[in-house]
T-cell receptor, first 116, second 112 residues
């Protein structure tokens, strides 16, 4: 398997622009997670899906952030409008979870976002 | 809610020396515990995990970790560090079917 695939790997944009990050989870995994990593705040869980349904989006910083999972093999994280403080590395991860036990998450390589 | 503490932000060890990275968790029942490693510019990779059974678990790259319920700890160890082990290490805990809670990470530097 190719693992979790994220695109683009690097994104540089100007403040106010819309940014869309993409993720393809590992085939067969039913959980998908979006994280943000910064030096100041570490690794933060933004939102996660189970069977394409958003379960918890309490980590989404504000309404400028939105995430979708239209099917089992694709998810997007959108920031509109972007701000310099959104600059971070965004990770997507997927896992296969049974009801009673969490399986390990497999992480993608991340998208490094720079907002100028 | 569960939480994870990694007391050491940065550790420097000499190549060939032994390593121990500390992790303490807070959770009322038996947690599920994980150690991940992140090399520069990369995503996180699972090193090892503890679900139940033997409290000493072996992982990849020669790492091991020991679950100590009495100390609420899950420390990561390696008997002889290689320069390629320089990376960021994250401890994580989960309870039931909930997302992992990650610690802040410990950055490991290896010197010759």
């Amino acid at each position: 398997d190719a693992g979790v695939i994220q695109s683009p790997r690097h994104e540089v944009t100007e403040m106010g622009q819309e940014v869309t990050l993409r993720c393809k989870p590992i085939s067969g995994h039913d959980y998908l997670f979006w994280y943000r990593q910064t030096m100041m705040r570490g690794l933060e869980l933004l939102i996660y899906f189970n069977n394409n349904v958003p379960i918890d989006d309490s980590g989404m910083p504000e309404d400028r952030f939105s995430a979708k999972m239209p099917n089992a093999s694709f998810s997007t994280l959108k920031i509109q409008p972007s701000e310099p403080r959104d600059s971070a590395v965004y990770f997507c991860a997927s896992s296969f979870g049974a009801f009673w036990i969490p399986y390990e998450q497999y992480f993608g390589p991340g998208t490094r976002l720079t907002v100028t | 809610a569960q939480s994870v503490t990694q007391p050491d932000i940065h550790i420097t060890v000499s190549e060939g020396a032994s390593l121990e990275l500390r992790c303490n968790y807070s959770y009322g029942a038996t947690p599920y515990l994980f150690w991940y490693v992140q090399s520069p510019g990369q995503g996180l990779q699972l090193l090892l995990k503890y679900f139940s059974g033997d409290t000493l678990v072996q992982g990849i790259k020669g790492f091991e970790a020991e679950f100590k319920r009495s100390q609420s700890s899950f420390n990561l160890r390696k008997p002889s560090v290689h320069w390629s082990d320089a990376a960021e290490y994250f401890c994580a805990v989960a309870a039931g079917n909930t997302p992992l809670v990650f610690g802040k990470g410990t950055r490991l530097s290896v010197i010759a």
